[in-house]
């Protein structure tokens, strides 16, 4: 099994960024995932086309979300920090491309706290959208 770990000073996704066959995300309270636990599951995305170009559609989408900044990127692994609103928060948003299969998997997560409002789960509903407005990414 692979397991989510948190080490003070550190974010969760330091430990998730290298693809590799048969790895799946587990979620934790606040994470909404491609796989697993169907109360935090989020379906993943596919890459239809090429998949550099989806994940170049990709890098640009999450780089336009509000109060987010992109921290790590690189040809399959994305890991992003968005900011709240009102308070400040940071949450992490990650994608994770599988360039065989080109399945996407997606996990937004509090780095603090317990319950987030729905707020990661909207996050990824609203990512997923515009991903879906290009016709490389279902």
Request: hydrophobic share 40%.
């Amino acid at each position: 099994l692979y397991l989510s770990m948190v080490v003070p000073g550190r974010s969760r996704m330091e430990f998730h960024e290298q693809w590799a066959p048969g790895r799946l995300f587990f979620s934790t309270e606040l994470c909404f995932i491609g796989s697993l636990d169907a109360r935090h599951a989020i379906s993943p995305l596919r890459v239809t086309g090429d998949a550099a170009a989806g994940w170049d559609t990709i890098r640009g989408v999450v780089g336009r979300l509000p109060r987010t900044t992109i921290v790590k990127m690189t040809d399959h692994y994305l890991h992003a920090e968005c900011k709240s609103a009102l308070f400040g928060f940071v949450d992490d948003l990650e994608l994770q491309l599988n360039p065989v299969s080109g399945v996407i998997s997606i996990r937004s997560a509090s780095r603090i706290g317990y319950s987030d409002f729905g707020v990661n789960r909207r996050r990824v509903e609203e990512l997923k959208k515009k991903l879906k407005e290009d016709a490389s990414i279902k």
